[in-house]
């Protein structure tokens, strides 16, 4: 009897040796559990998800004439996040990610619906300046807001300028006029001695179909320890609505005498 459970023994244990190991398992699979309302897109799924989104760049690029600030997929991390997701009225996901996967085009923004399973269903590209200066994190890219609406931020970049423009659509859309949002220039307004610079920064309400920026602009003088000082500074409200073209202002003149 000790012989038989010997060798049912050493069986078994051949058999574990022998037996091949899968290297995967159900909870790696970033679609096998149902997602929240919104929650965050980490490098897995978002390597996923913008491999298979197919859009149109517009423009051709040669190898090595690439002149962009923004992250290569080598530079992220595993647990790095690259967007924010939110779940819509019709059941699927709407995610905005930076292109990280193809390194020889610009700094490009990609807003998928996707389905529960994963699957892309359309994408959309949204383009910015060359770096994307008006983020603090990566997930700034797109937002939800009352009355149904999402934004997703694009960047203006240029010599000691950076300014940030928020597309408001309601699910899934395309890259029209935004709304710009903020504004800083290094030089804007001559000085007595120096020249000053411009800081522009808003907070949004959104009233059915009507948008109103309250903006708060600041003319600033820049201090020998590199501080600035405010000289002037006013607060004004521009009214926003939705056109063919995008988001027109229906008073204008104060936001276009400020300097892009």
């Known amino acids: 009897m000790k012989t038989i459970v010997a060798g049912i023994f050493l069986l078994a244990v051949l058999f574990s040796f022998t037996t091949p190991k899968s290297n995967f398992s ?5 679609y096998s559990i149902a997602k929240a309302d919104s929650g965050f897109v980490y490098k897995e799924e978002a390597i996923k998800l913008l491999s298979q989104a197919k859009y149109d760049l517009a423009y051709d690029i040669e190898p090595g004439q690439r002149d962009t600030l923004d992250l290569n997929l080598h530079e992220i991390a595993v647990n790095d996040t690259l967007g924010k997701y939110y779940r819509m009225d019709n059941g699927n996901y709407l995610a905005c990610l930076p292109d990280v996967i193809h390194p020889d ?8 619906e996707y389905d529960p399973n994963g699957r892309v269903l359309q994408a959309e590209p949204f383009y910015g300046g060359v770096h994307f200066c008006c983020w603090d994190t990566h997930y700034d890219t797109l937002n939800r807001h009352e009355e149904g609406y999402f934004s997703i931020t694009t960047c203006g970049t240029g010599s000691g300028h950076c300014s940030s423009y928020m ?26 001695r120096a020249m000053l610079a411009c800081h522009l920064t808003s907070t949004v309400e959104i009233k059915n179909d009507t948008v109103t ?20 500074s006013e607060k004004f409200d521009v009214k926003y609505v939705e056109r063919e073209q995008g988001w027109v202002a229906l008073d204008s003149t104060k936001i276009q005498d400020f300097p892009y």
């Open 105 to 112: 085009r610009f700094s490009v923004l990609v807003l998928i």
């Open 26 to 30: 159900k909870a790696k699979n970033v």
């Open 213 to 232: 920026m309250h903006y708060t602009m600041e003319h600033l003088k820049e201090r020998r320890n590199g501080k600035y000082k405010t000289v002037f």
């Open 167 to 192: 597309h408001l659509i309601k699910g899934f859309g395309s890259q029209g006029q935004g709304i710009c949002s903020y504004i800083w220039t290094s030089w804007c307004q001559p000085g007595r």
